[in-house]
């Protein structure tokens, strides 16, 4: 639509990527290479029917501002808005799975992540402007997401989450204090590294800390370190 600068997809299936498509066995409609509106779009609509957004699909839609997901889409692929014009984004229920990477937008400023996304990419919101960030109960895997978010100042972290992967912090400079929960077991050698946190409480229930020479290397405003766990079975990576 024109008028409203709105793309709308309809079918089924897997959308195309903007190099070419993939293999919709003729379900999806051919929209042809909808790169040349990448500076018009603000709006993408994606009907009922499709299942998933392919990787790369709106890659440097600049104008884009809002994305209306059907209830049938389960996997957004990697970069699939990477360097779009988003300030905003839902993630909902229905959509288990979102590649790497597929947030990076640098005027992204809200993420809302509903109960029922199961995984989560590397690097999804990294180099954003969010503040906030409050991960689901419902995933199942821990990947770090934040590196290099300037205005970050809060990560809510879910109390079944187990394992603390590395650069969850990296180039944060505002975050400058985390709660990790107690479910926490693992955490791995880099996990604090190129922080700004000022304190660190390690909780009661981990058994395997990261090697300490880089578990907090090059941390920035580092005072204090609480280990509260007397479970610790292995130190190292």
């Not at 018009?40 to 839609?61: P, R, Y």
């Not at 990294?126 to 995933?139: F, G, N, R």
């Not at 879910?158 to 400079?173: A, Q, R, S, T």
């Amino acid at each position: 639509d024109v008028e409203t600068k709105t793309l709308t997809f309809t079918g089924y299936g897997k959308t195309g990527t903007l190099s070419g498509w993939d293999d919709m066995h003729g379900s999806v409609q051919d929209c042809g290479d909808w790169y040349v509106l990448r500076e018009t779009v603000e709006k993408l609509v994606f009907s009922e029917g499709i299942t998933e957004i392919a990787n790369s699909a709106f890659k440097g839609f600049v104008k884009l501002k809002e994305v209306e997901f059907s209830s049938t889409i389960t996997t957004i692929d990697d970069e699939a808005f990477l360097g779009s014009g988003l300030e905003k984004i839902t993630i909902p229920s229905t959509i288990k799975k979102v590649g790497c990477e597929v947030f990076i937008c640098p005027e992204l400023k809200e993420v809302v992540i509903e109960e029922g996304v199961e995984k989560i990419g590397m690097y999804t919101f990294a180099w954003t402007d969010i503040e906030e960030l409050t991960l689901p109960k419902s995933l199942k895997e821990w990947q770090p997401l934040t590196s290099y978010c300037e205005e970050l100042k809060t990560i809510n972290f879910p109390d079944n989450m187990e394992v603390l992967m590395n650069e969850w912090f990296d180039y944060c400079p505002k975050l400058r204090k985390v709660k990790l929960p107690k479910s926490i077991k693992c955490i791995q050698s880099g996990a604090f590294e190129a922080s700004y946190l000022e304190s660190i409480t390690i909780p009661e229930n981990v058994e395997i800390l990261g090697d300490g020479g880089s578990l907090f290397l090059s941390t920035k405003k580092l005072k204090k370190v609480v280990i509260k766990s007397k479970k610790i079975k292995k130190v190292g990576p």
